[in-house]
Protein backbone atom coordinates (compact mmCIF):
# COMPACT_ATOMS: atom_id res chain seq x y z
CA UNK A 1 0.00 0.00 0.00
CA UNK A 2 1.36 3.81 -1.13
CA UNK A 3 2.07 6.09 1.80
CA UNK A 4 -0.43 8.80 2.17
CA UNK A 5 2.02 12.04 2.61
CA UNK A 6 0.54 12.74 6.03
CA UNK A 7 1.70 9.29 6.96
CA UNK A 8 4.89 9.78 5.82
CA UNK A 9 5.33 13.04 7.34
CA UNK A 10 4.34 11.66 10.95
CA UNK A 11 6.59 8.83 10.44
CA UNK A 12 9.67 11.43 9.92
CA UNK A 13 8.78 13.15 12.79
CA UNK A 14 8.85 9.91 14.69
CA UNK A 15 11.81 8.93 14.17
CA UNK A 16 13.39 12.11 15.65
CA UNK A 17 12.04 11.11 18.84
CA UNK A 18 14.57 11.38 21.73
CA UNK A 19 15.92 8.63 23.03
CA UNK A 20 15.35 9.49 26.55
CA UNK A 21 11.68 10.97 26.43
CA UNK A 22 9.43 9.26 29.05
CA UNK A 23 7.28 5.94 28.75
CA UNK A 24 4.39 7.86 29.44
CA UNK A 25 4.75 11.13 26.66
CA UNK A 26 5.96 8.33 24.44
CA UNK A 27 3.06 5.91 25.12
CA UNK A 28 0.78 9.21 24.48
CA UNK A 29 2.71 10.14 21.39
CA UNK A 30 2.51 6.43 19.75
CA UNK A 31 -1.36 6.45 20.35
CA UNK A 32 -2.13 10.19 18.48
CA UNK A 33 -0.18 8.43 15.64
CA UNK A 34 -2.70 5.84 15.36
CA UNK A 35 -5.39 7.75 15.34
CA UNK A 36 -4.65 9.76 12.58
CA UNK A 37 -3.46 7.49 10.57
CA UNK A 38 -6.22 5.39 10.91
CA UNK A 39 -8.44 8.51 10.41
CA UNK A 40 -6.24 9.48 7.30
CA UNK A 41 -6.50 5.61 5.70
CA UNK A 42 -10.24 5.17 6.35
CA UNK A 43 -11.28 7.92 4.12
CA UNK A 44 -11.37 6.67 0.57
CA UNK A 45 -10.72 8.38 -2.55
CA UNK A 46 -14.14 8.64 -3.71
CA UNK A 47 -15.27 9.64 0.02
CA UNK A 48 -13.51 12.65 -0.43
CA UNK A 49 -14.73 13.93 -3.28
CA UNK A 50 -18.80 12.72 -2.82
CA UNK A 51 -19.25 13.02 1.17
CA UNK A 52 -18.21 16.04 2.54
CA UNK A 53 -20.18 16.20 5.38
CA UNK A 54 -18.28 12.40 6.31
CA UNK A 55 -14.67 13.83 5.17
CA UNK A 56 -15.03 17.26 7.85
CA UNK A 57 -16.22 14.98 10.48
CA UNK A 58 -13.28 12.32 10.32
CA UNK A 59 -10.70 15.79 9.11
CA UNK A 60 -11.87 17.19 12.37
CA UNK A 61 -11.20 13.69 14.49
CA UNK A 62 -8.01 13.92 12.37
CA UNK A 63 -7.12 17.75 13.62
CA UNK A 64 -7.90 17.21 17.34
CA UNK A 65 -4.99 14.04 17.27
CA UNK A 66 -2.69 16.15 15.51
CA UNK A 67 -3.20 19.08 17.59
CA UNK A 68 -2.79 16.89 20.49
CA UNK A 69 0.25 15.79 19.12
CA UNK A 70 1.84 19.00 18.30
CA UNK A 71 1.52 19.95 22.41
CA UNK A 72 2.35 16.55 23.76
CA UNK A 73 5.58 17.40 21.21
CA UNK A 74 6.40 21.02 22.55
CA UNK A 75 5.49 19.90 26.31
CA UNK A 76 8.17 17.41 26.00
CA UNK A 77 10.91 19.99 25.68
CA UNK A 78 12.48 17.81 23.10
CA UNK A 79 11.75 19.87 19.91
CA UNK A 80 15.19 19.32 18.01
CA UNK A 81 15.97 21.50 15.58
CA UNK A 82 15.26 18.62 12.73
CA UNK A 83 12.18 17.66 13.94
CA UNK A 84 11.21 21.50 14.49
CA UNK A 85 11.50 21.52 10.77
CA UNK A 86 9.58 18.33 9.84
CA UNK A 87 6.59 19.96 12.05
CA UNK A 88 6.47 22.95 10.34
CA UNK A 89 5.48 20.37 6.88
CA UNK A 90 2.65 19.48 8.29
CA UNK A 91 0.03 21.98 8.36
CA UNK A 92 -1.68 21.35 11.58
CA UNK A 93 1.18 20.45 13.60
CA UNK A 94 3.08 23.21 12.02
CA UNK A 95 0.21 25.71 13.11
CA UNK A 96 0.40 24.54 16.50
CA UNK A 97 4.34 24.36 16.86
CA UNK A 98 4.20 27.89 15.15
CA UNK A 99 1.52 29.00 17.46
CA UNK A 100 2.78 27.56 20.90
CA UNK A 101 6.28 27.11 20.13
CA UNK A 102 9.45 28.87 19.55
CA UNK A 103 8.30 31.55 17.38
CA UNK A 104 6.11 32.77 20.65
CA UNK A 105 8.22 35.90 22.19
CA UNK A 106 5.83 35.36 24.92
CA UNK A 107 7.31 33.51 27.81
CA UNK A 108 3.54 33.10 29.55
CA UNK A 109 1.89 31.25 26.41
CA UNK A 110 5.41 28.75 26.24
CA UNK A 111 3.24 26.57 28.34
CA UNK A 112 2.25 23.30 26.28
CA UNK A 113 0.94 21.49 29.56
CA UNK A 114 -1.88 24.06 29.72
CA UNK A 115 -3.32 24.05 26.03
CA UNK A 116 -6.51 23.31 25.91
CA UNK A 117 -7.81 21.66 22.48
CA UNK A 118 -11.23 23.36 21.26
CA UNK A 119 -10.99 22.32 17.51
CA UNK A 120 -14.39 24.64 16.54
CA UNK A 121 -15.26 25.08 13.19
CA UNK A 122 -17.21 27.90 10.75
CA UNK A 123 -17.64 27.57 6.98
CA UNK A 124 -19.11 30.07 4.90
CA UNK A 125 -18.83 29.62 1.05
CA UNK A 126 -15.43 28.68 -0.15
CA UNK A 127 -13.54 29.54 3.04
CA UNK A 128 -13.67 27.41 6.78
CA UNK A 129 -12.49 29.83 9.71
CA UNK A 130 -11.33 27.28 12.67
CA UNK A 131 -10.05 28.26 16.55
CA UNK A 132 -7.92 25.27 17.28
CA UNK A 133 -6.70 25.78 20.76
CA UNK A 134 -6.47 27.83 23.45
CA UNK A 135 -5.18 28.71 27.07
CA UNK A 136 -6.81 30.64 29.77
CA UNK A 137 -5.49 30.97 33.58
CA UNK A 138 -7.86 32.91 34.94
CA UNK A 139 -6.29 36.24 33.87
CA UNK A 140 -6.19 36.20 30.12
CA UNK A 141 -7.42 33.89 27.24
CA UNK A 142 -4.63 33.20 24.24
CA UNK A 143 -6.60 31.95 21.58
CA UNK A 144 -5.18 30.96 17.73
CA UNK A 145 -7.87 31.67 14.88
CA UNK A 146 -6.54 30.11 12.00
CA UNK A 147 -8.24 29.81 8.30
CA UNK A 148 -6.38 27.42 6.54
CA UNK A 149 -5.39 29.00 2.77
CA UNK A 150 -6.32 32.34 3.28
CA UNK A 151 -4.31 35.36 4.39
CA UNK A 152 -6.36 37.24 7.44
CA UNK A 153 -3.41 40.22 7.29
CA UNK A 154 -3.87 43.60 5.33
CA UNK A 155 -3.47 47.11 6.15
CA UNK A 156 -5.43 48.57 8.91
CA UNK A 157 -9.05 50.55 7.88
CA UNK A 158 -7.95 49.55 3.88
CA UNK A 159 -11.43 48.73 2.35
CA UNK A 160 -12.02 45.38 0.94
CA UNK A 161 -10.66 44.53 -3.09
CA UNK A 162 -9.85 41.50 -4.55
CA UNK A 163 -6.25 41.95 -2.82
CA UNK A 164 -7.39 41.38 0.57
CA UNK A 165 -10.40 40.03 0.21
CA UNK A 166 -10.92 37.13 3.28
CA UNK A 167 -8.58 38.91 5.45
CA UNK A 168 -9.47 40.34 8.56
CA UNK A 169 -11.73 43.10 8.83
CA UNK A 170 -13.35 43.29 12.29
CA UNK A 171 -13.15 41.02 15.82
CA UNK A 172 -15.00 40.95 19.14
CA UNK A 173 -14.67 38.90 21.92
CA UNK A 174 -17.29 38.97 23.98
CA UNK A 175 -17.91 37.96 27.72
CA UNK A 176 -21.39 39.07 29.49
CA UNK A 177 -22.05 40.74 26.24
CA UNK A 178 -18.86 43.57 27.01
CA UNK A 179 -16.53 43.36 24.08
CA UNK A 180 -13.06 42.68 25.71
CA UNK A 181 -9.95 44.42 25.08
CA UNK A 182 -7.51 42.11 22.87
CA UNK A 183 -4.30 42.23 21.00
CA UNK A 184 -3.59 40.50 17.67
CA UNK A 185 -0.51 39.30 15.91
CA UNK A 186 -1.14 37.56 12.70
CA UNK A 187 1.28 33.93 12.66
CA UNK A 188 3.40 32.35 10.39
CA UNK A 189 4.85 33.13 6.57
CA UNK A 190 1.40 33.16 4.97
CA UNK A 191 -0.22 35.39 7.98
CA UNK A 192 -3.37 32.32 8.15
CA UNK A 193 -3.20 32.54 11.71
CA UNK A 194 -3.81 34.91 14.10
CA UNK A 195 -2.93 34.78 18.23
CA UNK A 196 -5.64 36.95 19.96
CA UNK A 197 -4.80 37.53 23.37
CA UNK A 198 -7.59 38.42 25.03
CA UNK A 199 -7.45 41.06 28.93
CA UNK A 200 -9.98 41.33 31.47
CA UNK A 201 -9.35 45.33 31.09
CA UNK A 202 -11.19 45.57 34.45
CA UNK A 203 -15.10 45.32 33.78
CA UNK A 204 -15.11 42.40 35.93
CA UNK A 205 -13.41 42.00 39.23
CA UNK A 206 -12.11 38.26 37.91
CA UNK A 207 -12.87 35.51 35.27
CA UNK A 208 -14.60 33.11 36.86
CA UNK A 209 -12.77 29.60 36.07
CA UNK A 210 -15.17 28.26 33.45
CA UNK A 211 -17.78 30.63 31.22
CA UNK A 212 -18.30 30.60 27.47
CA UNK A 213 -17.30 33.24 25.23
CA UNK A 214 -18.28 34.51 22.12
CA UNK A 215 -16.50 35.23 18.91
CA UNK A 216 -17.67 37.27 16.02
CA UNK A 217 -14.78 37.66 12.81
CA UNK A 218 -15.77 39.68 9.69
CA UNK A 219 -13.58 39.18 6.73
CA UNK A 220 -13.27 41.53 3.98
CA UNK A 221 -15.29 40.76 0.84
CA UNK A 222 -17.84 38.83 2.92
CA UNK A 223 -21.19 39.66 4.39
CA UNK A 224 -21.94 36.77 6.77
CA UNK A 225 -19.80 36.79 10.40
CA UNK A 226 -18.46 33.97 11.41
CA UNK A 227 -19.35 33.13 14.35
CA UNK A 228 -18.23 30.84 17.67
CA UNK A 229 -19.44 30.39 21.42
CA UNK A 230 -16.04 29.04 22.82
CA UNK A 231 -16.17 27.42 26.20
CA UNK A 232 -13.66 28.61 28.62
CA UNK A 233 -11.92 26.54 31.25
CA UNK A 234 -9.19 27.37 33.30
CA UNK A 235 -6.64 25.20 33.18
CA UNK A 236 -3.72 26.39 35.09
CA UNK A 237 -3.13 26.75 38.71
CA UNK A 238 -3.73 30.17 40.10
CA UNK A 239 -2.45 32.17 43.11
CA UNK A 240 -4.84 35.12 43.94
CA UNK A 241 -2.90 37.90 46.57
CA UNK A 242 -5.33 40.26 47.60
CA UNK A 243 -4.28 43.96 49.66
CA UNK A 244 -6.73 46.99 51.58
CA UNK A 245 -3.73 48.39 52.34
CA UNK A 246 -3.31 52.09 50.40
CA UNK A 247 -0.25 54.11 50.65
CA UNK A 248 -0.14 57.84 50.60
CA UNK A 249 2.39 60.07 49.09
CA UNK A 250 2.35 63.35 47.33
CA UNK A 251 -1.18 63.49 47.45
CA UNK A 252 -1.46 59.53 45.64
CA UNK A 253 -3.71 57.20 47.26
CA UNK A 254 -2.34 54.24 45.76
CA UNK A 255 -4.21 51.12 46.31
CA UNK A 256 -2.64 47.70 44.85
CA UNK A 257 -5.44 45.71 45.84
CA UNK A 258 -4.73 42.19 43.86
CA UNK A 259 -1.25 39.93 42.66
CA UNK A 260 -2.81 37.12 40.42
CA UNK A 261 -0.04 34.81 39.99
CA UNK A 262 -0.34 31.79 37.07
CA UNK A 263 2.56 29.97 35.26
CA UNK A 264 1.32 32.03 32.35
CA UNK A 265 0.68 35.66 33.79
CA UNK A 266 1.81 37.46 36.76
CA UNK A 267 -1.25 39.84 36.86
CA UNK A 268 -1.34 43.22 39.33
CA UNK A 269 -4.59 45.84 39.88
CA UNK A 270 -3.80 49.29 40.57
CA UNK A 271 -6.03 51.05 41.85
CA UNK A 272 -5.99 55.53 42.71
CA UNK A 273 -8.04 56.26 45.60
CA UNK A 274 -9.96 59.66 45.92
CA UNK A 275 -10.64 61.14 49.18
CA UNK A 276 -14.02 61.64 50.96
CA UNK A 277 -15.88 63.84 48.80
CA UNK A 278 -13.22 64.64 46.40
CA UNK A 279 -13.80 63.71 42.79
CA UNK A 280 -11.09 62.16 40.28
CA UNK A 281 -10.31 65.38 38.94
CA UNK A 282 -9.79 66.98 42.28
CA UNK A 283 -7.65 64.04 43.01
CA UNK A 284 -5.51 64.97 40.00
CA UNK A 285 -5.56 68.47 40.43
CA UNK A 286 -3.79 67.96 43.73
CA UNK A 287 -0.85 65.79 42.04
CA UNK A 288 2.68 67.12 41.16
CA UNK A 289 3.21 66.99 37.59
CA UNK A 290 5.65 65.12 37.80
CA UNK A 291 3.56 62.67 38.26
CA UNK A 292 1.65 62.90 35.38
CA UNK A 293 1.49 61.06 31.82
CA UNK A 294 2.37 63.44 28.64
CA UNK A 295 -1.41 64.72 28.74
CA UNK A 296 -1.16 65.69 32.37
CA UNK A 297 -4.85 64.18 32.92
CA UNK A 298 -3.54 60.71 34.63
CA UNK A 299 -1.46 59.41 36.94
CA UNK A 300 2.17 58.09 34.37
CA UNK A 301 3.40 55.52 37.70
CA UNK A 302 5.09 52.81 36.16
CA UNK A 303 5.73 49.58 38.48
CA UNK A 304 8.54 46.86 38.53
CA UNK A 305 7.18 43.32 40.33
CA UNK A 306 10.47 41.69 42.60
CA UNK A 307 10.60 38.95 44.36
CA UNK A 308 12.46 38.26 47.85
CA UNK A 309 15.99 37.65 45.38
CA UNK A 310 15.70 40.96 43.68
CA UNK A 311 14.35 39.03 40.52
CA UNK A 312 12.17 41.54 38.37
CA UNK A 313 9.30 40.29 35.70
CA UNK A 314 8.88 42.12 32.42
CA UNK A 315 5.73 43.53 31.43
CA UNK A 316 3.88 41.68 29.14
CA UNK A 317 1.94 44.56 27.43
CA UNK A 318 2.71 48.39 27.53
CA UNK A 319 1.63 49.87 31.00
CA UNK A 320 -2.18 51.95 30.74
CA UNK A 321 -2.46 54.92 32.27
CA UNK A 322 -5.68 55.77 34.32
CA UNK A 323 -7.48 55.60 37.76
CA UNK A 324 -8.51 51.69 37.75
CA UNK A 325 -6.36 48.84 35.39
CA UNK A 326 -4.74 46.01 35.28
CA UNK A 327 -1.04 45.70 34.07
CA UNK A 328 0.39 42.05 32.90
CA UNK A 329 3.47 40.69 33.44
CA UNK A 330 5.92 37.47 32.36
CA UNK A 331 5.27 34.35 35.02
CA UNK A 332 7.77 33.73 37.69
CA UNK A 333 9.56 30.61 37.01
CA UNK A 334 9.38 29.72 40.79
CA UNK A 335 6.77 30.72 42.93
CA UNK A 336 8.91 33.46 45.34
CA UNK A 337 7.72 34.02 49.24
CA UNK A 338 7.05 37.09 48.67
CA UNK A 339 6.70 40.01 45.70
CA UNK A 340 7.54 43.50 46.26
CA UNK A 341 5.38 46.38 44.02
CA UNK A 342 7.90 49.10 43.00
CA UNK A 343 6.07 52.02 41.88
CA UNK A 344 8.78 54.18 39.72
CA UNK A 345 8.87 57.35 36.92
CA UNK A 346 11.51 57.38 34.50
CA UNK A 347 13.72 59.61 34.56
CA UNK A 348 15.35 59.33 31.09
CA UNK A 349 15.73 56.45 28.89
CA UNK A 350 17.63 55.32 25.72
CA UNK A 351 16.90 53.47 22.98
CA UNK A 352 19.08 51.46 19.89
CA UNK A 353 19.70 54.08 16.94
CA UNK A 354 17.52 53.36 13.90
CA UNK A 355 14.95 50.96 16.15
CA UNK A 356 11.68 50.17 15.45
CA UNK A 357 9.02 48.02 16.63
CA UNK A 358 9.07 46.20 20.10
CA UNK A 359 12.39 47.30 21.55
CA UNK A 360 13.72 47.39 25.04
CA UNK A 361 16.03 50.65 26.05
CA UNK A 362 19.64 50.04 26.23
CA UNK A 363 19.44 52.38 29.15
CA UNK A 364 16.64 53.91 31.68
CA UNK A 365 17.08 55.80 34.53
CA UNK A 366 14.21 54.98 37.16
CA UNK A 367 13.10 57.50 40.22
CA UNK A 368 11.71 54.45 42.60
CA UNK A 369 8.62 55.69 45.11
CA UNK A 370 9.52 53.42 48.37
CA UNK A 371 6.93 55.57 49.79
CA UNK A 372 4.52 53.58 48.11
CA UNK A 373 5.58 50.12 47.81
CA UNK A 374 3.59 47.14 48.57
CA UNK A 375 4.39 43.85 50.26
CA UNK A 376 2.68 40.67 49.08
CA UNK A 377 3.39 37.67 51.34
CA UNK A 378 3.24 34.46 49.05
CA UNK A 379 4.32 31.66 50.96
Known sequence: MVKTKLEEQLKNCQSLLPDQLSDIARSKLNETYQI??????????????TNVSRTINKW??????????????IASGFVSPAMAD???????????????????FDPGVQQADFITNVNQSVTHGDVTMNIPTLLFDGTRIVMNITTPGNTLASEPNS???????????????LY???????????MGETASSMMVDVLNSGEFA????????TVNVTLKGY?????????????????????????????????????????????????????????VEEMLASIPSKYKGANGGVIGLLFDIEDENGVQLKPIKAHPLNESYKI??????????????????????????GAEGRVEAINMVKEYIPELETVFSVK
Open 86 to 104: ALKQIPVLGQIYSIWGEKN
Open 223 to 279: DVPFQFVVPVKRSTPITVLTSEETKHHDNINLQNSMLEITPMTTQLSVEYKTKPGQS
Open 328 to 353: QFEPFKTIPSTVTIKPYLIVSEEYPA
Open 176 to 186: EGQNLVRGIEY
Open 36 to 49: ITETDHSISPIQRK
Open 60 to 73: WVSTAAAAILGVTL
Open 206 to 213: QFPDQFDL
Open 159 to 173: PPSDANKGAQDTLEV
